[in-house]
């Protein structure tokens, strides 16, 4: 069976309200060019870190490598996207970003392709999932990040990534004082300096299930969820800890945004060590929109409950309580290794042991300012 | 099965370094400076806790060999330093190793207390750093973490300013907010937590090397506050909070459990420091925060390892009930063996 969609969004739907923000001037002249993205869902069987494997759904861009999470895109606001997602799998599978009104594509039958044309709302991190058989789809690796940058940085002041119209106060002046304040000596946040942590649980009984084609057996034992590999970009322990691209690293004063995003159905308390974080966007429960905080808080730990998406701004600081005295250190050789890891730590084991092959990872001080 | 993910290659000595065979070449603390403050934490093998229905519950914890009688305590015991005073303290691993992680609190990779980023300790290592930020902080050990920190191995830790307790931090000219009184005559300092008593019988290094432990399952039967199991933390005057009328109460909360934690307070209060930071608007300091009134009653929510501080000033009298509702971090449902627990703010 073969079956092609084809939704079209008109100018109400796909004039995301946050357009409203800009000045038309402004949105001409930064308007950047329509961009095609086409993704691939097939069914794969991903290796886990104590070498098991389990069977899910993964995503790949075009022809390239299929990957859970699926790959990062990275889309502008306003920008004019026409997405095609073509199911190699064997099961009808969806397409949804959470927080984006109107872009929803599917159900596509196995061997169909489904396209959808919208335009790029508010800037922020997103998922782009399957919702289908929710919470099954998704967890099963039918998830991936998105990131919406900007359309134009307004001029004369600090970089955010949010637009003009978005940014709070608070957040405002947190960006105006990287690299521009005794607390904060060295470089603004470079628009594009980020790293995307993405979050995940694997109960392997419930991927056996739909591996073995019973999606509605597997969809029930999702109310009895006992997860035994806990992932961050796909990745457990020593893996994530060397993966170049979860990794933050850099010297003092170049400051990092850290996009955290879970798709699992545990709570996750990502604990960061040598520097606290400051929170600078969360999502709405209720519609899963992108929110700006004004109430900028510095925290070491902070939640992720299921679906939860928070931008946090890792400021690459001296550790504050390395004595002045102390610093730059001598005797003790840069690069300074801290570690990031889930403080519920029960996600800290894998297959019911093996402390710390969970959800940590690691970033990097390579030196000092 | 068309495709197959493979993991990352791995250099098989690292995967082993990374969790089961970790470094423990304890080395001579590095750019030592002169201290202002030395303590040590030596290493209590066992003791039990009798819970309320008569099981007694084996425990490990931290001592201070330099107190007398202070070998059973759990939560360990308190550490309290000045901001700008640097720490000299030393872990006494005693037998087996241990660290400890200065949680919230940044010094260097060494004294951080992480085996995978450095080393775990064997004998004893002195960990250095600089108190900066008053607040709320605890210490606990980052070895087989999963399994030592629920066996009881962590201890609240408080920075105050350098005029001590009595003043949460020091108002500053370039503070916006001028007005709200930050000094406090009476404190608690609650560590919530939840056992499971099957962790308890398991073996210091349960799980490391492969081995299933079933440490993916926390099915918690007790819900505690400071230590003192529900539902003694009605009466406990290691939880119970007494006052006078007119006083300001500070409650430092910390969340040791594995656990969702919703904090309900009978009467109005304000949050003024979260994580070890105070909640303030200062440019000059380069501090964008503002503290959060809560309303009585409402919800505060805690995720694991989160402190809170709320701040009630001017009390009234009256008896204000508290409550932790202990939530399982899949369901978001309180644990199917009660997962609450209570004491009460009594003001005369
Ligand atoms: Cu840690
Ligand atoms: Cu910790």
Redo the contacts between chains.
């Keep these: 069976m073969r079956r092609r969609q084809f939704l079209q969004y008109g100018g109400g739907l796909a004039g995301v309200a946050g357009l409203s923000f800009l000045s038309g001037p402004l949105l001409a002249q930064a308007a950047p060019p329509p961009i095609e993205v086409s993704l691939r869902i097939?069914?794969?069987?991903?290796?886990?870190?104590?070498?098991s494997?389990v069977?899910?759904w993964?995503f790949s861009l075009g022809t390239g490598?299929?990957?859970?999470p699926g790959p990062v895109i990275r889309l502008k606001q306003g920008q004019t996207v026409t997405l095609t997602v073509q199911n190699?799998a064997s099961t009808p599978h969806s397409l949804q970003i959470p927080g984006m009104p109107g872009v929803s594509l599917g159900p596509i039958a196995p061997n169909g392709i489904g396209s959808v044309t919208f335009t790029v709302g508010l800037p922020g991190t997103y998922f782009y999932l399957d919702p289908d058989r929710a919470p099954l789809n998704r967890l099963l690796g039918l998830h991936g990040a998105i990131v919406v940058e900007p359309a134009a940085q307004p001029p004369g002041s600090p970089a955010t990534p949010y637009a003009a119209g978005q940014a709070t106060p608070?957040v405002r002046?947190?960006f105006s004082?990287l690299g521009n304040?005794?607390?904060?000596p060295g470089s603004p946040w470079q628009p594009g300096r980020d790293r995307i942590w993405v979050f995940n649980q694997i109960d392997p009984r419930i991927n056996k299930l739909a591996e073995a084609g019973d999606l509605a057996g597997a969809l029930d034992l999702t109310a009895s969820?006992?997860?035994?590999y806990f992932t961050i970009n796909?990745?457990s322990?020593?893996?994530a800890?060397?993966?170049e691209a979860t990794v933050p690293r850099g010297r003092v004063g170049q400051p990092l945004l850290l996009r955290a995003l879970n798709a699992g159905?545990?709570?996750h308390?990502p604990?960061i060590?040598?520097?606290?974080v400051?929170t600078t966007a969360e999502i709405v429960e209720s519609s899963h929109a992108v929110r700006v905080l004004d109430?900028?808080?510095?925290?070491?730990?902070?939640?992720?409950?299921p679906l939860m998406r928070r931008d946090l701004l890792l400021p690459f600081a001296k550790?504050?309580?390395?004595?002045?005295?102390?610093w730059p250190?001598?005797?003790?050789k840069f690069p300074?290794?801290?570690?990031m890891h889930c403080?519920?730590?029960?996600s800290?084991?894998s297959?019911?042991?093996?402390?710390?092959?969970g959800l940590v990872t690691?970033w990097i001080i390579e030196g000092p300012l | 099965?068309?495709?197959?993910?493979?993991?990352?290659p791995?250099d098989p000595a690292?995967?082993d370094a990374?969790?089961?065979d970790p470094n423990s070449d304890v080395i001579e603390t590095?750019?030592?400076?002169s201290p202002n403050i030395r303590l040590t934490r030596k290493v209590h093998g066992s003791f039990d806790v009798t819970m309320p229905d008569g099981r007694d519950v084996r425990f490990w914890g931290f001592v201070d060999p330099n107190t007398s009688g202070g070998d059973r305590t759990w939560p360990s015991p308190l550490i309290r330093v000045r901001q700008g005073q640097?720490v000299h303290a030393t872990l006494d691993a005693a037998k087996n190793t241990h660290t400890i992680?200065?949680?919230?609190?940044?010094?260097?990779?060494?004294?951080?207390g992480?085996g995978?980023?450095s080393f775990e300790v064997s004998n004893q290592y002195t960990y250095?750093?600089?108190?900066?930020?008053p607040g709320t902080y605890f210490y606990h050990c980052h070895k087989?973490?999963?399994?030592h920190?629920?066996m009881g191995m962590y201890g609240p830790l408080v920075i105050d300013p350098p005029s001590g307790p009595g003043l949460l931090f020091e108002r500053h000219p370039a503070d916006e907010d001028q007005a709200t009184d930050l000094r406090y005559q009476v404190e608690a300092i609650w560590s919530f937590d939840d056992v499971d008593p099957r962790w308890h019988e398991l073996n210091h290094s349960?799980?490391?090397?492969?081995?299933?432990?079933?440490?993916?399952?926390?099915e918690p039967k007790y819900f505690l506050i400071s230590g003192v199991p529900h539902p003694r933390t009605e009466r406990d005057p290691r939880v119970i909070v007494r006052a006078r009328k007119g006083q300001n109460i500070l409650l430092r909360s910390i969340n040791a459990t594995?656990s969702?934690l919703d904090i309900r307070i009978g009467l109005n209060s304000t949050i003024v420091e979260?994580?070890?930071?105070p909640?303030r608007t200062n440019?000059q300091?380069?501090?964008?925060?503002?503290p959060?009134p809560v309303p009585a009653k409402a919800v505060t929510?805690l995720?694991?390892?989160?402190r809170t501080t709320f701040m009630i000033h001017n009390v009234q009298p009256g008896r204000y009930e508290v409550t932790a509702t202990y939530k399982d971090?899949?369901t978001?449902r309180p644990h199917a063996a009660g997962g609450l627990a209570r004491t009460w703010i009594e003001v005369t």
């Excluded at chain 2, 992680?101 to 951080?112: M, R």
Aim: with cysteine; aromatic share 10%.
């Design positions: 097939q069914e794969a069987d991903v290796e886990m870190v104590d070498g494997a069977f899910m993964a490598k299929p990957s859970v190699l608070g002046a947190l004082a304040h005794a607390r904060f969820f006992l997860p035994r796909g990745l322990g020593v893996d800890a060397h993966d159905l545990a709570t308390s604990h060590h040598g520097n606290h400051f109430n900028i808080i510095e925290e070491d730990t902070w939640s992720m409950p550790p504050p309580e390395i004595p002045d005295a102390a250190p001598r005797q003790e300074l290794i801290y570690p403080h519920n730590e029960i800290q084991t297959a019911g042991g093996s402390y710390p092959l690691d | 099965m068309s495709t197959t993910i493979p993991r990352p791995t690292e995967y990374f969790g089961c590095p750019d030592k400076v640097i992680h200065w949680h919230g609190i940044e010094p260097s990779t060494v004294n951080d992480v995978h980023t250095q750093w600089q108190a900066k930020t087989n973490t999963v399994l920190f629920e349960a799980g490391l090397c492969g081995e299933d432990a079933g440490l993916n399952r926390f594995y969702n979260m994580d070890g930071r909640l440019p300091l380069g501090t964008f925060s503002k959060i929510n995720t694991p390892a989160q971090w899949i978001n």
